[in-house]
């Protein structure tokens, strides 16, 4: 997909996906290009305490609509569990002289974040989601 494809679909269907979380209130705004990791397909930095995120997407990533749809719904899912990210920074304050140890701890809350998203998303397939989007 081009990228003003990917954006056209995005805006049609954000709205949707945003009233299916319960994130309606959020302020979420797109950006497109290359990760910074090669095997990422999209990222999601998303703030909590003011109910904003920044989604990007790499277009070069993205083979048609349906795929885009469940990387948006995937990215989105992160906003859902961005409270965690409270606990990661805690635990670095408390191990602010131990790089090891908090590497370690990084990593887990990483693999754990991305398994409860992913397990977010497997629920909401089996829901029929997609009746939420425009497709």
Known sequence: MDQSDIER?????INGIKKLLGLEKW???FAYGEMDDDSFEASCLARVEY??????IDPNHITDSKHLLRVLLHECCHCLTATFETY????????LND????DAID???????????????????GIHWQKYCKK
């Open 9 to 13: 679909t995005v805006d049609e269907n």
């Open 27 to 29: 302020e979420i705004v």
């Open 51 to 56: 109910s904003e995120a920044v989604i990007t």
């Open 88 to 95: 990661k920074f805690a635990v670095a304050r408390l191990l």
């Open 107 to 125: 990593e887990m809350y990483s693999r754990a974040n991305e398994e409860v998203v992913c397990g977010i998303c497997h629920i909401l397939e």
């Open 99 to 102: 790089k090891k140890s908090f």
